[in-house]
């Protein structure tokens, strides 16, 4: 009876042993950069220079460049965005405050940051492999897509905006909130006592 035992299905090939040992050194080496957030923007930005470089000096690749925008739109959307958007779904998890008698809940996005870096990083990588490809050279008009996508941002945003004014939050943390206690009057009178 073949294969009765289940083992011989389970049997790795070399290649596949292969393969998954350096997406275990790939991965150990992502978790590495998990906390250094400000070297992998840098890194980044890197890539985008490096992918803006490309497209000037061989003039194409227009369409790349504006699919690459639309992408890295809607990455922003999901990073901006609350996991739980207050119109769509009432839940009893983490909702947004919408009072001020309201418990302070942390606002929690949709796309977290490191997978907000790790897609953006990605995509500038594939757009910057694809552009050494002539069959995706489409020959456009590029100044029409650049004002689509500026248009296409700019009402993006305002919705985005509008969104976050009506349901009062602030995607941003500027930082850890320090309590530094309450201040005595006695001690900032600086003046000696008259007994």
């Not at 070399?14 to 991965?27: D, F, I, L, M």
């Not at 890539?47 to 790349?64: D, E, K, N, P, T």
């Not at 959307?77 to 947004?96: H, R, Y």
Request: proline share 5%; net charge positive.
């Amino acid at each position: 009876m073949e294969g009765s035992g289940g083992d011989s299905g389970s049997m790795a090939t070399p290649v596949q042993k292969k393969v998954h040992e350096a997406w275990r050194v790939y991965q150990y080496y992502l978790d590495k950069t998990t906390p250094h957030s400000t070297n992998r923007w840098i890194g980044t930005l890197v890539f985008f220079l490096i992918y803006c470089l490309r497209v000037y000096s061989i003039h194409g690749f227009y369409i790349i460049s504006y699919g690459l925008g639309i992408y890295l739109l809607n990455l922003l959307i999901g990073f901006l965005s609350p996991l739980v958007d207050p119109e769509l779904e009432v839940s009893d998890g983490a909702t947004l405050p919408t009072r001020g008698s309201d418990e302070f809940k942390p606002f929690i996005r949709r796309l977290p940051e490191f997978k907000f870096w790790y897609s953006m990083t990605k995509a500038f990588c594939i757009a910057f492999l694809m552009t050494f490809f002539s069959v995706f050279d489409v020959p456009v008009f590029w100044p029409i897509l650049l004002c689509y996508w500026v248009v296409l941002f700019v009402l993006t945003m305002r919705r985005q905006i509008a969104h976050m004014i009506k349901h009062k939050y602030i995607p941003f943390s500027i930082g850890k909130q320090k309590y530094s206690g309450r201040k005595s009057s006695a001690n900032s009178g600086g003046g000696s006592r008259a007994d």
